[in-house]
């Protein structure tokens, strides 16, 4: 079988290496904005649960980002970039492939399989003549179908040592990854590093606590250090005379590893920060209001370095936004997003191995959410003693402050019971969220007559995309998603807790 999987990867590879033969002629006459002579140089920075808003540039009083600011100021920012899934496997994926992560088969999943029939851009990349290469987090966790397959291209200890590898007149693609800002993190040491936590702007889903407020600075901190992983990468391609023709792009996986936050279809899960900025080939101080997905960025790589974009990518080049040309026929705004979510972690009660599979559609005025399995724990069971696996506790949330404050505080009040409940609670099938009233997403008005037409509008058009996309969930075979096998574990109640076996279900 393995070396089926490997002839499977070298046809693939021959296959890849035509079309790169067809389009290499092109690659010098890439055109964006101001036409550089040479092929663009990519660093792809990418942090492991950084949401949006946390960032310098959109106005967050208390995280420090100068990095990613200057990205912003001398480049392009995004205020509607989305993932495909609020999870680090399948958001990874997807943004390798280009395709959705309904279309990825296991790779849909957290702690999964990464199947051989699909290529990645570093890979195409590799082929066209660019040196590749990554360090950090790339996809993942789980492991390649063919062990020891490099989808984000071969592993350095860093960039640096990439660099002085590299040869100074190849072009590079290069995937700087990192483990922040993850859980855990070290207690008090926002804090500690003078963040003032009553200036943080909790999330509306949070209670105001200052643990809470505590958890948060511990999770600013983490992403300060990334954004200094990315500002020391920029001092060596200046360093080099090469920062102005690198195409520095930065952004993160998904949503805060915070309760409602990753793992969550709402904002928080899957809105995420995203700057690019390249003085040579697009005019930067500009702003974005367009929905773009991180789906879209491996076409937009692989479109600069004059290589066809494989015909089952179902990102769009992002070239015309780079541009800064009109939107047309050919590259017209978008007027919605989609996102959705399969198995994060084997969290409900046994013997179901399933995911909370849910989809979603966000327009400028609405998101609406379907809930395939809405009879299912959407953080996983609270019941621990009857987890699928044992000890697996509101799995789908990692462990922390202010899970464990929404937890233990939840029958204090009625309060405390609706957080804990817009974190944890059972959801019904269909969840509609009026954004101009109500931009936090915490009041469902699916079942208010006053939006029943718009209820079935984006229903409609949200099952139609699935359908034309082949999500499994709409034109059949979802149920497979859960059969798939799960690599890993799940976070257990923390012993500082002393919870005893509930007794009742926690709504």
């Known amino acids: 079988m393995r070396l089926f999987a490997a002839a499977k990867l070298l046809t693939a590879t021959l296959l890849l290496c035509l079309t790169v033969d067809v389009s290499a002629a092109t690659a010098n006459r890439v055109s964006v904005g101001t036409a550089p002579s040479k092929r663009p ?3 792809f920075a990418i942090a492991d649960d950084w949401g949006w808003p946390h960032a310098g540039a959109y106005g967050d009083p208390v995280v420090k980002t100068p990095a990613f600011d200057r990205l912003a100021r001398e480049g392009l920012l995004f205020r509607h970039a989305y993932v495909s899934s609020p999870s680090c496997t399948p958001s990874r994926g997807a943004i390798l492939t280009g395709q959705w992560h309904w279309r990825l088969g296991p790779a849909a999943n957290l702690w999964s399989v990464f199947p051989d029939r699909l290529m990645t851009y570093p890979e195409q990349l590799a082929q066209a003549g660019y040196a590749v290469g990554c360090t950090g987090k790339a996809w993942g966790p789980g492991r390649t179908e063919t062990r020891g397959r490099a989808v984000a291209g071969p592993r350095f200890k860093d960039f640096q040592a990439f660099l002085e590898k590299r040869s100074a007149d190849q072009p590079f693609c290069f995937w700087l990854g990192t483990g922040d800002p993850h859980r855990p993190y070290r207690l008090g040491s926002g804090k500690a590093s003078g963040m003032e936590l009553e200036k943080i702007k909790l999330p509306a889903c949070f209670p105001d606590h200052p643990e809470v407020r505590g958890d948060v600075a511990d999770y600013y901190f983490e992403v300060q250090r990334f954004d200094r992983l990315v500002a020391a990468a920029l001092k060596m391609l200046e360093e080099r005379g090469e920062l102005d023709n690198t195409l ?4 993160g996986d998904h949503g805060m590893p915070f309760p409602r936050c990753k793992s969550n279809l709402y904002d928080s899960g899957t809105r995420v920060p995203l700057a690019v900025r390249w003085p040579k080939g697009i005019p930067g101080g500009r702003v974005s209001d367009d929905f773009v997905s991180l789906t879209d960025l491996a076409p937009t790589y692989l479109e600069l370095a004059g290589i066809a974009v494989p015909g089952d990518v179902t990102g769009r080049s992002l070239v015309p936004l780079l541009a800064g040309r009109e939107p047309d026929a050919a590259a017209p705004r978008r007027a919605s997003i989609l996102f959705g979510k399969e198995r994060h972690v084997v969290a409900q009660e046994a013997p179901d191995q399933g995911g909370y599979p849910c989809r979603a559609i966000r327009t400028y005025d609405f998101l609406l959410i379907r809930n395939f399995e809405p009879d299912r724990w959407p953080a996983g069971t609270p019941l621990y003693a009857r987890a699928t696996i044992p000890g697996a506790w509101l799995a789908d949330c990692d462990n922390g402050p202010t899970k464990s404050i929404l937890f233990t ?3 204090t009040d009625a309060l ?3 957080l804990y409940d817009l974190s944890f609670a059972k959801r019904p099938e269909i969840e509609l969220y009026d954004l101009r009233k109500d931009p936090h997403q915490l009041v ?9 037409q718009t209820k079935a509008r ?3 058009q949200l ?7 082949g999500d499994p969930r709409v034109v059949g075979g979802g149920e497979k998603f859960d059969r798939y096998p799960y690599l890993g574990g799940a976070p257990k109640v923390p012993p500082s807790l002393k919870l005893k076996t509930p007794d009742k279900r926690t709504r």
Do not use: G, P, S
């Open 458 to 460: 984006l229903t409609a």
């Open 41 to 43: 140089n990519i660093l």
């Open 463 to 469: 099952t139609a995309e699935l359908r034309r996309t």
């Open 444 to 452: 469902n008005v699916a079942t208010d007559e006053r939006y029943a």
């Open 409 to 411: 505080h939840r029958e």
């Open 248 to 251: 520095v792009l930065m952004t």
């Open 416 to 418: 405390h019971q609706r």
